[in-house]
């Protein structure tokens, strides 16, 4: 599976990005997409999950009420509305598939087996 992830950039804060992340071939192959990011000198944290089949979605607690994971079957898509950005959220944004008989949602980015490049979001204030 391999992933491309777009629709990073640099927003004042208050500001809103969505952030896509594209299967190349026909599909994802996998029934989990999440969402990391990691910033300079911190690990790798979990921002988002959905689990492509049921739609059901998991959070990190810091995003809350802010991000919004969706998918696009139809388009092999998979999206992170942002919104209420602020400079705590700038970080190198990435997206990774589990294993396609994985079902299970996971908040550990050990569990993705497959990763596209990451996208730069930066929040000035």
């Known amino acids: 599976v391999q992933l491309q992830a777009s629709g990073g950039g640099s927003v004042q804060a208050g500001g809103s990005l969505r952030l896509s992340c594209a299967a190349s071939?026909?599909?994802?192959?996998?029934?989990?997409v999440g969402w990391f990011r990691q910033a300079p000198g911190k690990e790798r944290e979990f921002v988002a999950a959905?689990?492509?089949?049921?739609?059901?979605?998991a959070y990190a607690d810091f995003v809350k009420g802010r991000f919004t994971i969706s998918r696009d079957n139809a388009k092999n898509t998979v999206y992170l509305q942002m919104s209420s950005l602020n400079p705590a959220d700038t970080a190198v944004y990435s997206c990774?598939?589990?294993?396609?008989?994985?079902?299970?949602?996971?908040?550990?980015?050990?569990?993705?087996?497959?990763w596209g490049q990451g996208t730069q979001v930066t929040v000035s204030s």
């Open positions: 071939g026909r599909t994802f192959d996998s029934n989990i």
């Open positions: 959905i689990y492509l089949s049921g739609g059901n979605t």
């Open positions: 990774a598939a589990r294993d396609r008989a994985i079902t299970v949602i996971s908040r550990s980015h050990r569990a993705y087996r497959y």
